[in-house]
């Protein structure tokens, strides 16, 4: 979808095409909703705190709609740094928004040959418990291990093994729409481009819809937020 149409089926919504039955919208209100509703969008998507309590992957019509969103290092690898019990990693990457999994692989004694390590994320106050725990510690044998999330940090956990090879899944953050010759509220800076949305044209209606039920709760128009949240709701 095209800004300029954007533009036009969010006034057309809120403010019937600038006619002054509501208050003017300039564009950088247009630009911080939309972007706003994409986050909102994606973040429910995840959690599964959508209509049909869906969470990421849990059906065919969530992975189609977000698996443009789940990345990985592939390209640009992960360093990890050796402690005495753990690997940790360097900050995660700048457009990561949520975690999906860690891949690594092992090198011991008993396994030589790079071996596929499964990785579970644990909590941080588990820690201490999963290391003395015979059957959940870390064991190049049964090829399991787990990891925490801290400090915009992936710590992975060892024990008299090493870990070479390591790839973090995840989802980025939504590209961020932005409007020719109009001030990004992000940045400050008047755009040189137009930056479409990235998402297919049947969730770009569904985040345009939640984002008119950011800017009509704004502008107090209550009538106009409640239809497009309705719209916004229905179709998640």
């Not at 509501?22 to 705190?49: M, S």
């Not at 990985?72 to 999906?100: C, E, G, H, N, R």
């Not at 990004?184 to 949305?197: A, I, K």
């Amino acid at each position: 979808m095209t800004n300029n149409l954007l533009q036009i089926k969010i006034k057309e919504r809120l403010n019937k095409m600038a006619s002054l039955d509501y208050d003017n919208i300039e564009c950088w209100q247009v630009t911080e909703a939309f972007n706003k509703a994409q986050l909102e969008w994606v973040r429910r998507q995840v959690h599964g705190a959508n209509q049909f309590k869906e969470g990421d992957e849990s059906s065919k019509m969530n992975i189609d709609d977000i698996q443009l969103l789940l990345t990985d290092t592939t390209q640009a690898p992960i360093v990890l740094t050796k402690f005495t019990d753990y690997y940790q990693s360097a900050l995660i990457p700048t457009d990561y928004l949520y975690f999906k999994r860690f891949a690594v692989k092992s090198i011991a004694s008993c396994c030589p040959t790079p071996r596929r390590m499964i990785v579970y994320l644990a909590e941080v106050a588990d820690v201490d418990n999963l290391l003395i725990d015979n059957f959940r510690q870390p064991s190049a044998t049964w090829g399991e291990t787990f990891c925490t999330m801290s400090s915009n940090r992936i710590k992975v956990y060892t024990n008299n093994f090493d870990l070479v090879e390591p790839v973090l899944f995840y989802y980025r953050k939504p590209r961020e729409v932005a409007f020719i010759n109009c001030t990004n509220p992000s940045t400050g800076v008047v755009s040189s481009v137009d930056t479409t949305c990235e998402f297919k044209d049947d969730i770009t209606e569904i985040i345009i819809d939640e984002a008119c039920s950011i800017l009509a709760g704004d502008m107090e128009s209550m009538s106009q937020y409640q239809r497009t949240k309705q719209n916004a709701t229905l179709n998640q």
